[in-house]
T-cell receptor, first 112, second 112 residues
Framework: GDSVTQMEGPVTLSEEAFLTINCTYT??????LFWYVQYPGEGLQLLLK???ADDKGSNKGFEATYRKETTSFHLEKGSVQVSDSAVYFC???????????WGAGTKLIIKP | GAGVSQSPRYKVAKRGQDVALRCDPI?????LFWYQQALGQGPEFLTY????????KSGLPSDRFFAERPEGSVSTLKIQRTQQEDSAVYLC??????????FGQGTRLTVV
């Protein structure tokens, strides 16, 4: 069945470091891919998305490129801030389904 | 309101007690989803409504779980005879169609 695998956390970085959180997926057809973020005490928020191969989603300095050949959607940011500390979830939705399939989440801790 | 509202935010129930969790979606959003999120995990799909019709309830873990959306707006997730394994965060999301899902802050249910 469809699934999402993302790197385990927590990931701890210093401010201004480069961030990569890996996400790979298994799905039939051509899924849409998403990154959601959950800040402490808040609900899940869409961070970025990509709906077809080679699309790049971007928002708030974060980027992820839909790579069909490697079935990946890795999240990157060039220079992280303390305020980026949160839990990041990778998710997919297939053409034949409407529910989101989620990874387990990666907790990101940024130290000043 | 501007976003998806869930109540209560926190609920402690004694084992065997019935609980009802409420979701107020964004006005005009046709689709409504319930997810269950265990500690340290990604959300798991429970059920899906399109207007008042419950189109998919395949994710409900047992017949103790019941959801309704009688007028196509507010939805209630009811859990009868709660068990300790029901302890989780219950998330509600609404969408205007097959687009970005907007999430509430969730209800954290603890069964003691």
């Amino acid at each position: 069945g469809d699934s999402v695998t993302q790197m385990e956390g927590p990931v701890t970085l210093s401010e201004e470091a480069f961030l990569t959180i890996n996400c790979t997926y298994t799905a039939t057809g051509y899924p849409s891919l998403f990154w959601y973020v959950q800040y402490p005490g808040e609900g899940l928020q869409l961070l970025l998305k990509a709906t077809k191969a080679d699309d790049k989603g971007s928002n708030k300095g974060f980027e992820a490129t839909y790579r069909k050949e490697t079935t990946s959607f890795h999240l990157e940011k060039g220079s992280v801030q303390v305020s980026d500390s949160a839990v990041y979830f990778c998710a997919l939705r297939t053409d034949s389904n409407y529910q989101l399939i989620w990874g387990a989440g990666t907790k990101l801790i940024i130290k000043p | 309101g501007a976003g998806v509202s869930q109540s209560p935010r926190y609920k402690v129930a004694k084992r065997g007690q019935d609980v009802a969790l409420r979701c107020d979606p964004i006005s005009g959003h046709v689709s409504l989803f319930w997810y269950q999120q265990a500690l340290g995990q990604g959300p798991e799909f429970l059920t899906y409504f399109q207007n008042e019709a419950q189109l998919d309830k395949s994710g409900l873990p047992s017949d103790r779980f019941f959801a309704e959306r009688p007028e196509g707006s507010v939805s209630t997730l009811k859990i009868q005879r709660t068990q300790q394994e029901d302890s989780a965060v219950y998330l509600c999301a609404s969408t205007p169609g097959i687009t970005e899902a907007f999430f509430g802050q969730g209800t954290r249910l603890t069964v003691v």
